[in-house]
């Protein structure tokens, strides 16, 4: 997944749900599996930093069954 600026995206991890995606991080001194990073807004805890793969499309997010409304 390749998010646009200001696309939504779902969140999988705890808390969970919508967020707007804001820019893509990569960093060189993590571990291959913490290397890539969103930057990313969400309602409830604001702009963060998290490793991209706790993030998937809108269309991922319906076909895993979560409620995501009518966006």
Not at 56 to 62: F, T
Request: glycine share 8%; with cysteine.
């Amino acid at each position: 997944m390749k998010p646009e600026l200001g696309e939504l995206i779902w969140m999988e991890c705890l808390p969970g749900g919508l967020c707007v995606f804001l820019e893509h991080h990569v960093k060189n001194e993590t571990h291959v599996s913490d290397r890539y990073y969103y930057k990313i807004y969400h309602a409830m805890h604001g702009i963060q930093k998290m490793p991209d793969y706790y993030f998937i499309s809108l269309d991922e997010a319906r076909e895993h069954g979560y409620n995501i409304g009518n966006v």
